[in-house]
């Protein structure tokens, strides 16, 4: 086919939504399972892929040029994995990817997937966009985020961002294996069953759900607890989360004797929302969505307050630290205009990892992503000159990078941890 010809675009319908099943990527497994589950009160059966194994990154090296940035490659190698495996009636299927819409390339993901799908002959499977940018506008009439579906689903990520935060605390100690573990597949059942059917849940009932989240995981069985090293993992949003992107990183620094500590997504949304009001504070953009987006931000802040209440006052774990003291303490290192990417969270996130007591930091950069290399990657000398404790190791992820070696690297790191 001619690069200058448009892809074919084929639309996911309201008929579709009645027996189709939507597969969605790995990335947060605790999260997507929330959200999976709370979509399904809307008519939509959907599902998260948990393949892994390098015939996922072949598969991508066979429909996706090799200069594509690494999650691109995965995401796709997943999607056509999956079509291929025989699992599934491809004729009642559709793919759901995200957009960011900004300048980063994961924007270009869906053309790169529809452009796949096509080459493997799977170009009549609808491939839906999921952005707040307005991209793809009604190009899917089958698929709609109403209002109501939108807070539940944030009310899901908030959840799944706090058993995620409690859970990395407490799996390094634990006394019996797949204990933590355990607790996770309990709660998202329990929550997943709390959210089932016409109701809507109030934000009473998930500030309760906290409460519970604390209390299962204080009958987990616990020795020397926050006794171990701590090493955080920063990095390219896919990279950072996905199993399947890093290798199994927490894995490995577990076995390693350590004890991974990851923000969660709702940080990477806050940084999202607060670049609409930075486009209008330095580029006097669109006045009235810098007015929406100032809405959205204190209103998904003040949840991230109660969430920290909540941890405080039940006394045995770490809370995150307040998004918006994040954000200002990234000015020292970097300019908020730096928002392509990960743009300034990258930094944000680093020093407030050492700000916190963990000055051990893995920054996992896929291939080919420029605004990581220079946010990230480019950023660590002046963090380490303005925190001469940090010890920061920045890891490549691509198909032909060595695991060993990655390993190895982080290894001579964790020989320098504090």
Same mark, same amino acid.
């Given at each position: 086919?001619?690069?200058?010809?448009?892809?074919?675009?084929?639309?996911?319908?309201?008929?579709?939504?009645?027996?189709?099943?939507?597969?969605?990527?790995?990335?947060?497994?605790?999260?997507?399972?929330?959200?999976?589950?709370?979509?399904?009160?809307?008519?939509?059966?959907?599902?998260?892929?948990?393949?892994?194994?390098?015939?996922?990154?072949?598969?991508?090296?066979?429909?996706?040029?090799?200069?594509?940035?690494?999650?691109?490659?995965?995401?796709?190698?997943?999607?056509?994995?999956?079509?291929?495996?025989?699992?599934?009636?491809?004729?009642?299927?559709?793919?759901?990817?995200?957009?960011?819409?900004?300048?980063?390339?994961?924007?270009?993901?869906?053309?790169?997937?529809?452009?796949?799908?096509?080459?493997?002959?799977?170009?009549?499977?609808?491939?839906?966009?999921?952005?707040?940018?307005?991209?793809?506008?009604?190009?899917?009439?089958?698929?709609?985020?109403?209002?109501?579906?939108?807070?539940?689903?944030?009310?899901?990520?908030?959840?799944?961002? /706090?058993?995620?935060?409690?859970?990395?605390?407490?799996?390094?100690?634990?006394?019996?294996?797949?204990?933590?573990?355990?607790?996770?597949?309990?709660?998202?059942?329990?929550?997943?069953?709390?959210?089932?059917?016409?109701? /809507?849940?109030?934000?009473?009932?998930?500030?309760?759900?906290? /409460?519970?989240?604390?209390?299962?995981?204080?009958?987990?069985?616990?020795?020397?607890?926050?006794?171990?090293?701590?090493?955080?993992?920063?990095?390219?949003?896919?990279?950072?989360?996905?199993?399947?992107?890093?290798?199994?990183?927490?894995?490995?620094?577990?076995?390693?004797?350590?004890?991974?500590?990851?923000?969660?997504?709702?940080?990477?949304?806050?940084?999202?929302?607060?670049?609409?009001?930075?486009?209008?504070?330095?580029?006097?953009?669109?006045?009235?969505?810098?007015?929406?987006?100032?809405?959205?931000?204190? /209103?998904?802040?003040?949840?991230?307050?109660?969430?920290?209440?909540?941890?405080?006052?039940?006394?045995?774990?770490?809370?995150?630290?307040?998004?918006?003291?994040?954000?200002?303490?990234?000015?020292?290192?970097?300019?908020?205009?730096?928002?392509?990417?990960?743009?300034?969270?990258?930094?944000?996130?680093?020093?407030?990892?050492?700000?916190?007591?963990?000055?051990?930091?893995?920054?996992?950069?896929?291939?080919?992503?420029?605004?990581?290399?220079?946010?990230?990657?480019?950023?660590?000398?002046?963090?380490?000159?303005?925190?001469?404790?940090?010890?920061?190791?920045?890891?490549?992820?691509?198909?032909?990078?060595?695991?060993?070696?990655?390993?190895?690297?982080?290894?001579?790191?964790?020989?320098?941890?504090?």
């Amino acid at each position: 086919m001619p690069e200058n010809r448009k892809l074919p675009h084929v639309p996911f319908t309201e008929e579709m939504k009645k027996d189709y099943t939507i597969l969605i990527p790995n990335m947060l497994p605790v999260q997507f399972k929330l959200v999976t589950a709370i979509m399904a009160n809307y008519g939509y059966h959907m599902e998260v892929l948990e393949t892994e194994g390098p015939n996922i990154a072949e598969c991508g090296l066979k429909n996706v040029h090799n200069d594509t940035c690494y999650p691109a490659l995965l995401v796709i190698g997943q999607f056509i994995d999956a079509l291929e495996s025989g699992k599934y009636d491809t004729h009642k299927v559709a793919l759901m990817i995200t957009q960011t819409g900004g300048g980063c390339r994961a924007s270009n993901y869906i053309h790169l997937l529809r452009k796949a799908l096509i080459k493997s002959g799977f170009g009549y499977i609808p491939v839906i966009s999921v952005n707040f940018s307005g991209l793809e506008k009604d190009a899917n009439p089958g698929f709609k985020l109403t209002p109501k579906a939108l807070i539940q689903v944030a009310y899901g990520v908030l959840l799944g961002d /706090f058993i995620m935060q409690i859970h990395n605390q407490c799996r390094p100690y634990e006394v019996h294996k797949g204990d933590c573990d355990k607790a996770v597949d309990d709660l998202v059942r329990k929550i997943s069953q709390d959210f089932a059917g016409d109701k /809507f849940i109030r934000y009473k009932q998930v500030k309760m759900l906290y /409460f519970l989240i604390c209390k299962r995981f204080a009958q987990v069985e616990l020795k020397d607890f926050g006794s171990k090293k701590k090493v955080g993992i920063v990095g390219e949003i896919y990279v950072k989360f996905s199993p399947l992107g890093n290798n199994n990183l927490e894995k490995f620094l577990l076995s390693e004797g350590t004890e991974p500590v990851l923000p969660g997504l709702l940080d990477f949304c806050l940084y999202c929302i607060y670049n609409g009001i930075i486009d209008f504070n330095l580029y006097g953009r669109n006045a009235g969505n810098a007015a929406v987006m100032q809405a959205v931000y204190r /209103f998904l802040l003040d949840k991230q307050k109660d969430m920290i209440r909540v941890i405080r006052r039940d006394g045995h774990f770490r809370p995150p630290m307040e998004f918006d003291r994040v954000r200002k303490l990234s000015q020292k290192i970097i300019s908020p205009g730096v928002k392509m990417g990960e743009g300034w969270l990258l930094p944000a996130e680093m020093v407030e990892l050492i700000e916190e007591g963990v000055p051990n930091i893995v920054l996992t950069q896929p291939f080919g992503c420029l605004p990581n290399h220079i946010a990230g990657k480019g950023m660590i000398r002046k963090i380490r000159a303005a925190y001469p404790q940090a010890n920061i190791v920045s890891v490549d992820y691509d198909p032909g990078a060595s695991r060993i070696n990655q390993e190895n690297r982080i290894k001579l790191m964790l020989s320098a941890a504090k």
